[in-house]
């Protein structure tokens, strides 16, 4: 490299001087490559004080472009101007100082010439409905409404700014970065997406492009009402709400997501979605105070302008059926509650999963009102029960062991033989608080005792956040007593009793074998019950509370069932079967004697058989 410490015979003169200062705008052109011209346009400098201020009134709230700096450049191809043109022409034509209007009458005329191709044609396809590929962007001007669907649901999103890109494959499109509005568990924020538009032959109609200006939508009001309407629900659905799902619903498989049927109650909770999945974790920057041409009036006014924190879930009945808590922070805008994403994220509890789940699918969950009356179990039992669970869950904070965090749960074990109602027990527990049931097995927490131990963590975090009715049904494999001779066994066990220590939620065990059970846990177990055998009276009451909606067997009929030795499990099983016999048999379904002695007499046909 050859070091130059002479000043260039040939170089030439800086165009921009003192000279050219006094000018209004300096046009820059370079060589056209087009056959009908010499030259083009490169760029613009504009210099003049009058100009940068008329300009400033035609591309004001245009991204990227702030009018007032000392040395204004508008480079090829001019897009904010194709954009503005007739906002262009109005203040030239509305201008009255003479100086501004006559360097407004130059630039426009200069830019005409470079623009008039593009001007015309976009004006010509957009007043025939169309558009070329070529002039796809001149309809994409930064800050319009565009719509679209995103998986099936219709959105409309605020354009950013639009470029022409090519895929891997070569094949061209009109990228459009825009932006919706989403909640990441602590506030609401603008949520980047990047829409494309792929190139294709001749002309267009606009409405059938993939993505296109809300202007064009033939039904616009009624779209935004729709969708300012669903923006409302999901603006409710912010904090944590207990509820229902039913429909399609999309999670997270190994090469993104992928749809799934949902038929479950569900827990929306965006804070407990990226806690517990970090990687998948939500994060936006606040949006800020609102803009006050855009708020309407008919939004909730419970909905307050704060940076507060969603607060310790205490179960309360919204207007909508749901139980939860929201956090405070101001009402979204109008244009904000339009560009609010169609889902939210939550757990389905029968699915055991975490869903991004569509709002317009949520639906207020239909709680048993009677579960716990139902509950075949003296009441001095119930009531003890039930004051237990209410105390735990609203002063689970006040107690505390002699090391912070510990002994602060509260666990149950409910032991007796099949069918006696102790998995019933947890489960109208939970209905009659109005508070989710998560049902956890050793199936969902594997065979590595590594892995047992981090799904077990996960597990008792999100039920006990969640204030959540946590049941491990036949749990014996991890209440056995440890012996010397199954090492393994003992790890799982060993696990279990040091996990319990510092879960602070409610825990029901069921267990068929109490005798087995080590004796570690007998300290760590707040209420243990043991349930009999079901005497000739219960059972009477299990098939009364069964028929009661679909049969009128007299008491003598139900006088004579209740001497048949079966569990309450065996009873239901009965019923479900003859009913689906009645339904063969009778339009209205309705279950008589002949059906379940019909279905009694099969059942003991088999174990006739089995003997």
């Not at 022409?89 to 009458?105: F, N």
């Not at 603006?235 to 429909?247: T, V």
């Not at 131990?453 to 996960?458: A, H, K, P, Q, Y």
Request: one cysteine or more; charged letters at 25%.
């Amino acid at each position: 490299m050859n070091r130059v410490t002479e000043y260039p015979d040939d170089a030439v003169e800086a165009a921009e001087n003192a000279e050219t200062a006094r000018f209004a705008f300096l046009v820059r052109n370079k060589i056209s490559y087009d056959s009908r011209k010499t030259l083009e346009i490169d760029s613009i400098i504009v210099q003049s004080p009058l100009l940068k201020e008329a300009l400033g009134v035609v591309l004001k709230d245009y991204p990227g472009i702030t009018t007032n700096l000392q040395r204004l450049v508008f480079a090829a191809p001019f897009q904010p101007f194709v954009h503005r043109w007739t906002k262009l022409v109005d203040v030239l034509e509305t201008t009255t100082d003479e100086a501004t209007r006559a360097h407004l009458k130059l630039f426009h005329k200069v830019l005409h010439e470079e623009l008039k191709d593009a001007i015309a044609a976009k004006n010509d396809l957009v007043a025939n409905g169309v558009i070329t590929f070529e002039h796809l962007w001149t309809i994409f001007e930064p800050g319009v409404l565009v719509y679209g669907t995103d998986e099936g649901k219709e959105r409309v999103y605020e354009l950013q700014s639009a470029a022409y890109l090519e895929d891997q494959s070569g094949s061209s499109y009109l990228q459009l970065y825009s932006r919706g509005i989403d909640w990441d568990g602590d506030k609401f924020g603008s949520s980047s997406v990047y829409l494309c538009n792929y190139e294709f032959e001749g002309t267009k109609p606009i409405t059938r492009l993939a993505y296109f200006p809300l202007g064009f939508h033939p039904h616009e009001r009624d779209l935004i009402s729709r969708l300012t309407a669903r923006g409302k629900v999901f603006q409710k659905f912010a904090g944590y709400h207990f509820m229902a799902y039913r429909g399609t619903a999309l999670t997270y498989g190994r090469c993104g997501l992928v749809k799934q049927t949902v038929d479950s109650r569900i827990i929306i909770d965006c804070e407990a979605h990226n806690r517990f999945l970090p990687n998948r974790a939500v994060c936006f920057a606040s949006l800020g105070k609102a803009q006050k041409q855009y708020v309407d009036a008919d939004e909730d006014s419970d909905m307050v302008d704060s940076d507060a924190d969603s607060a310790e879930y205490v179960p309360t009945p919204d207007e909508d059926g749901s139980t939860g808590s929201r956090p405070q922070h101001r009402s979204l805008t109008s244009k904000e509650l339009l560009l609010a994403v169609p889902y939210v994220r939550g757990y389905a509890l029968k699915n055991k999963k975490w869903f991004i789940l569509f709002v317009d699918q949520i639906i207020p969950i239909k709680f048993s009102d009677n579960a716990f009356q139902s509950l075949v179990m003296p009441t001095e039992k119930k009531d003890l029960i039930l004051a237990f669970v209410e105390s735990q869950v609203k002063h689970k904070n006040e107690f505390d062991d002699i090391i912070e965090g510990k002994g602060r749960g509260m666990i149950m074990l409910l032991s007796g033989p099949p069918g006696v109602g102790k998995t019933l027990t947890a489960e109208s527990v939970a209905e009659n608080m109005r508070v989710p049931l998560y049902m956890m097995s050793a199936g969902d927490l594997g065979l590595d005792p590594a892995d047992i131990e981090e799904s077990l963590n996960t597990i008792l975090d999100m039920v006990s956040k969640w204030n959540a009715v946590l049941l491990l049904d036949e749990a014996d494999v991890f209440l056995e007593a440890r012996s010397t001779s199954d090492l393994e066994r003992n790890k799982l066990v060993s696990i279990f009793l040091r996990v319990l220590e510092y879960y602070e939620g409610i825990l029901f065990l069921t267990t068929n074998r109490i005798s087995n059970i080590d004796d570690a846990f007998h300290s760590r177990i707040h209420i243990s019950m043991q349930y009999p055998p079901l005497t000739a009276a219960s059972r009477r009451h299990i098939w009364n509370t069964f028929l009661s909606k679909t049969s009128g067997l007299s008491d003598g009929q139900l006088d004579a069932l209740a001497q048949v030795e079966l569990n309450g499990r065996q009873i239901k099983n009965v019923l479900k079967t003859a009913q689906m016999l009645a339904r063969r048999a009778n339009d209205d379904g309705k279950v008589d004697m002949g059906h379940i002695e019909t279905i009694l007499a099969i059942e003991r046909g088999k174990e006739f058989a089995r003997a």
